[in-house]
Every structure is written in structure tokens, then in C-alpha cells.
């Protein structure tokens, strides 16, 4: 069995995941399930960047007094994300776990060894953002391009690597390994940066609270870059990568400052570095202050997760930039995974159960066609060896779409009335096609095609089973249904029956409160009391979210508390208000104010 290791980026825990992230993790993903398919023993790493400032801002900003309380709410989120998008990765890396950090020290340790540390002062630009240093000439307006942020002006005493030692090394390799770098436009961006003559860099940081701290000097915390890179090094029987798949923004990380650490630690080099593009929504960065993060465990529950896999990889030429609507979701559901895909397999499988009674019939296997098909198998093969993943996804609904014109010029309904053998042919030819196509998308959309194998009665374990028309005749298939279901356009207007006049609205006096304090009540499971500041007066809340909000997460939140409701009593408190809250199966979530506002203004 062959070893093959994949990667994502470890993702900052700031903040919840977006369709960016899910981008990333869905293809490799599709990778590592098409490495498992053909018979390699893979493992498939992904996990979170925990150790950054950002994390602390973020907790602070959420007032949580716990910066690990905090990272362990957001590992959760992460996590049940992946789970949603339905991906396999095999081990899960969290750089706060002391797993990790064994490894940050080791590889500090080895370079320190090599004599490639040394102590100095960094006197320059540092980006928040990137948690980098950055250089005048990098900036655009004065701001990082990349964040859209100014940078900090510091001086501080550091521990730095000699990244500029590895210089020529690195580029040989590069020139040596046409494929370590993809595609190749990125390749090219990293020689020219390399001819462009590289400086040391700094790898630690002082007078930081969070973070691994610095072999031998505890005044120094590990620089999250240096930190962060060293979680691919997690599964040692593995290493090197067979590939780390990142965007574009995090290139020199990835294929300078890392090689840089791995040749000076005396460690091999990671086989392949693939830097994909940028996805936009609706045209638009995605960015909290635009309001448009989309959350893909919202989109895989609206659509599943196949749909939004599909959708992926299938709408983002892999390496280019690209742009996610759900309009154009849904035309690439209606359209091709319910009109081509569905329809065919469907039409296949109802005509093999109403006119043979469910049993694949006696007929000739059409040749032409097997090689035809087994010819764009190859083409798949090649193109998931070459990582091509959206025109592997193309070729596979070229077979559906293949399918539907052979069962189509066949007429299987009308020939079973005059040439039966000619109808029992087509569904027997049919038959394979749905099997192959069983096969070929369960990298990409693994929940449908182990139904679709169980209503055509068949196993999927290995890739091969795509290579063969191997369904005889007699072959019993399982009950069909329909796999995709086109949806419309959302009108909320529309599906909205209990419409209420604007006066009526009016009537609920909603306002924005400040949580003072927050406490359990005693021998209630649910109900937590809050003092809120709404304007100038405090008023007493009695709250139905004890089992989904620990009461100190609470303190200084910005609530939506209706004011004007009969005050209720409730195990001996009297609530004079109702705070604002969306709840679903997962759990509950509060309405709260996006930035601090006066305390009492009004919600409408
Ligand atoms: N923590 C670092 C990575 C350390 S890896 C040793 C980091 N984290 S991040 O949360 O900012 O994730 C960046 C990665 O998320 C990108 O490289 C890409 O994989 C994915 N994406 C984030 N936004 C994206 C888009 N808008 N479009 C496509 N991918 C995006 O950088």
C-alpha cells in the first residue's frame, strides 16, 4: 500500500468557518477519499491554528475570561462543520495540544542546533492580519493588500532564523521539481520573490500571554507561523506530504519560510505544494463587515452536503479564483445533479424494477460503449493524478450525461414492446453506467453515491470497480428513488402566510440591553437570571438559555430584550422583559447588537 499524506491549513479560530475554508477542506477531502478508492493508506490532516493573537482579541471580544474555554468552543464549531460537509480527515490537529507543541520544540531545537538562530532586534511594520512583518514596498494605500488593515509600527527584540542561508537551496529544489509548486503561475511568483533575495526572519515574539513559549527563554513566545507550520509534521510515518493544499495568500509560508525550516531542521521536503485562488460571494470579498459569510453548514443543511460539494468543485476551476452564489448553486442542482445525473440513474433503475422485476435482464453488452467509457475513466485517473479536480468532475457528468442519450436513442419503453432484446440490452449497458458512475463520484459526493450503489445493489471498495462493465444479467437492484430534488429560487414573501401589518409590529417595544450579571437559578435546568442595563434603568430577565449559554459568556453582551411584555413570574422571579433569541435543532442563539450601541435604542 502506498502512503499518502494530505493537508489543509490549519484554520485561525477568530472567527467560524466560511465557504473559503470549506472550499479548501472539501478538496482535499475529494483527494484523500480518491487515494483511499484506489488502495493507498492515506491519512488526511486538518485542524486549527490556535496559538495566534487574533485568538485572544477574539475571546476577549466575546468576553470570555478563558482564552481556552474559548478555543475549545470554536474547535466545536469547527469541527461539527467538517462533520456537516461529510469530511474524512483522519486525525484532527489542534495547536494548543501538547502533541503539538513536542513538535514546535523539536524543530526549534534542530535549527537552533544547525546554528541558524540567532538573537536581534526587528525594527519595521508588523501586520495584525497576517501575523507578519511586512515590508513598505508591500503596501498598498498604506495597508496591507491582503487585509486592508495598517500595520504596526514595532521594535522589538527577537529570536530569528536564518531563512536567507536557504535561499539558493530552496530554488534548486524548485527548479529541480518542476511539480513541488502548483500551478505554475504561483510556481513563478515564488522564484521571482526568491531572485528577489530573502531576508531573515523573526520567530519569535516578546511579552505575549498566549502561545508556546520559547525553548530556554520564556520571555519569548514561538511566532505563530513557525508554530503553526510545524502541525504537518503530526504523523511522522507519514512525512513528507504527499501534498499541502492552501490558497493563494499563504504561498511564501508555504513554499519559502517552510522549506526554509524543514532543510535547516535536516527533515525531507513536502512532495507538493498546491496554492488554489480566492472565492468571492457574489462577487464580493467575503468579509465579516460585508455581512456575507456564509456559513457551509448552513448551505450543506439547506442543500446537503453533496450539493455543496458539488458545487465546489465543480463551479471553481481548481487554482483559479472563483465566485459563489447560491443562485448558482442552485442551477448547478437543478440543472445537472438532478436533470442529467438524477434523471438518468433514476429512469434506469424504475424501468429495471416496473419492466424486469427489479432483476438486471438478459442482453448484450454494448462494446463500443464499455470502451468509450473506460477511455474517460483513464481521463478521470490522469486528472485527479494531475489534481485536476473540476475537469475530473466534468468528465464524470459527460458519463451521466453519455448515459442519457444512449437510454434516450434506445427508447427502452417503446422497444419493449417490439424488440425486447434491444430494451433489455439498453438496461443492461445502462445498468454498468450507473455502476461506474457509483464509483467515480464517491470521492466527490460520497453520501449519494453509496445510496445510488444500494439502490443499483452493489458495493463500492475500490476505484477498479470503475473499469469493468461487471453487472450481469440477473443482477438484483435495490428499491430506487430519487437522489437529487430540483428546489426554487427562495421567496420568503411568498411561503409567508401570516403576514402582520407594520402598526402591528410597532406595537413590540424592542430594546437594546447590556447583560450586567448572569446567573444559574437554583434547581432549574433551563432558566438563567440576567440583570440587564436597558437606557438608564436595570431590569431583571428570567431565561430559558442556561443549558446553551454558561452564564459568564453572557456578562456584556449587547441583547435584544422586548421591554413592553406583561411581566411573568418564574420559579419565584419576576421577569420584566424577553430577550431575543433563534433557535433550531443544534441549539440556540442570541440576537445581539453587531457593535456596542446606546444602551435602550431602539430595535425596528
Ligand atoms: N492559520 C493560517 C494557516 C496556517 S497553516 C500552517 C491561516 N488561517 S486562515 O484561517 O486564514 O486560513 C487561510 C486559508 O483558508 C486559505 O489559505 C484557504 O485555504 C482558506 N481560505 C480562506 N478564505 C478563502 C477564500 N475566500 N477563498 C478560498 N479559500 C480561502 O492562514
Known amino acids: ?249 499563504i504561498l511564501r509560508f508555504h513554499c519559502i519560510v517552510w522549506p526554509g525550516m524543514l532543510l535547516s531542521g535536516g527533515y525531507k521536503l513536502p512532495k507538493k505544494i498546491f496554492a488554489h485562488g480566492f ?45 459563489f452564489s447560491e443562485g448558482s448553486l442552485r442551477t448547478r442542482l437543478n440543472d445537472e445533479l438532478a436533470d442529467v445525473l438524477g434523471n438518468f440513474v433514476h429512469r434506469v433503475l424504475t424501468f429495471t424494477r416496473d419492466r424486469f422485476g427489479g432483476k438486471v435482464p438478459e442482453g448484450k453488452l454494448d462494446k463500443k460503449l464499455e470502451t468509450e467509457v473506460h477511455e474517460r475513466v483513464q481521463k478521470i485517473e490522469q486528472l485527479l493524478e494531475e489534481l485536476k479536480v473540476t475537469q475530473a468532475l466534468e468528465e464524470i457528468m459527460a458519463i451521466a450525461k453519455r448515459g442519457n442519450e444512449y437510454f434516450q436513442s434506445c427508447k427502452p419503453w417503446e422497444a419493449i414492446k417490439s424488440e425486447p432484446e434491444k430494451a433489455a440490452s439498453c438496461i443492461l449497458n445502462c445498468a454498468n453506467l450507473v455502476k461506474v458512475l457509483c464509483v467515480v463520484l464517491t470521492p466527490f459526493i460520497p453520501s449519494t453515491s453509496t445510496n445510488l450503489a444500494k439502490q443499483l445493489g452493489v458495493k463500492v471498495n475500490s476505484w477498479k470497480q470503475a473499469r469493468e462493465f461487471d453487472i450481469k444479467p440477473g443482477h438484483l437492484i435495490g428499491e430506487p428513488s430519487v437522489i437529487f430534488t430540483k428546489v426554487k429560487a427562495n421567496n420568503p414573501a411568498q411561503t409567508h402566510q401570516n403576514l402582520v401589518s407594520i402598526d402591528d409590529f410597532g406595537k413590540l417595544d424592542i430594546r437594546i440591553g447590556r447583560v450586567k450579571s448572569a446567573q444559574k437559578i437554583p434547581n432549574s435546568k433551563k432558566l438563567l437570571k440576567l440583570e440587564v442595563e436597558v437606557g438608564e434603568e436595570l431590569r431583571t430577565l428570567v431565561a430559558g438559555i442556561a443549558e446553551h449559554y454558561p452564564p459568564e459568556e453572557l456578562v456584556g453582551k449587547f441583547i435584544a430584550v422586548v421591554v413592553n411584555l406583561e411581566p411573568a413570574k418564574l420559579m419565584g422571579i419576576t421577569s420584566q422583559g424577553m430577550l431575543l433569541a433563534a433557535e433550531d435543532e443544534k441549539g440556540i442563539s442570541l440576537l445581539v447588537a453587531d457593535k456596542p450601541i446606546k444602551l435602550g435604542s431602539k430595535v425596528r
Open 1 to 249: 500500500m502506498a502512503k499518502f499524506y494530505v493537508t489543509t491549513p490549519i484554520y485561525y479560530i477568530n472567527a467560524v468557518p466560511h465557504i473559503g475554508h470549506a472550499y479548501t477542506t472539501a478538496v482535499a477531502d475529494v483527494i484523500a477519499r480518491w487515494h483511499r478508492l484506489r488502495g493507498d493508506d492515506v491519512f488526511f490532516l486538518t485542524g486549527l491554528d490556535e496559538n495566534s493573537v487574533k485568538t485572544v482579541e477574539a475571546a476577549r471580544g466575546k468576553n470570555f475570561k478563558d482564552i481556552q474555554t474559548y478555543a475549545d468552543s470554536m474547535a466545536k464549531v469547527w469541527i461539527d462543520t467538517w462533520k456537516s460537509l461529510d469530511i474524512s480527515h483522519d486525525d484532527f490537529i489542534r495547536t494548543t495540544q501538547e502533541r503539538h507543541h513536542r513538535n514546535v520544540y523539536e524543530l526549534f531545537e534542530q535549527i537552533k542546533k544547525r546554528g541558524d538562530i540567532y538573537k536581534g532586534v526587528y525594527e519595521g511594520l508588523y501586520c495584525e492580519g497576517c501575523e507578519a512583518y511586512i515590508t513598505e514596498d508591500e503596501l498598498v494605500d498604506g495597508k496591507c493588500p491582503l487585509h486592508q488593515k495598517k500595520p504596526k509600527r514595532v521594535k522589538e527584540e527577537n529570536y530569528f532564523f536564518k531563512l536567507s542561508k536557504y535561499q539558493d537551496q530552496i530554488l534548486e529544489h524548485i527548479e529541480a521539481n518542476p511539480d513541488f509548486i502548483q500551478p505554475v503561475a504561483r510556481r513563478n511568483e515564488v522564484v521571482s520573490f526568491l531572485k528577489g533575495g530573502l531576508k531573515d526572519v523573526s520567530i519569535t515574539r516578546p511579552k505575549l500571554e498566549w502561545g508556546i513559549k520559547t525553548p530556554d527563554d520564556p520571555t519569548q513566545t514561538v511566532w505563530v507561523w513557525f508554530d503553526a507550520l510545524c502541525n504537518y509534521l503530526l504523523p511522522r510515518g507519514y512525512w513528507p506530504a504527499d501534498i499541502h493544499i492552501i490558497a493563494k495568500d
Open 279 to 323: 472565492l468571492t460571494v457574489d462577487g464580493n470579498k467575503i468579509s465579516k463587515s460585508l455581512g456575507n459569510v456564509i456559513d457551509p453548514a448552513y448551505l450543506a443543511e439547506k442543500y446537503s452536503a453533496d450539493v455543496l460539494r458539488y458545487f465546489l468543485i465543480r463551479e471553481v476551476s481548481f487554482g483559479q479564483d472563483g465566485d
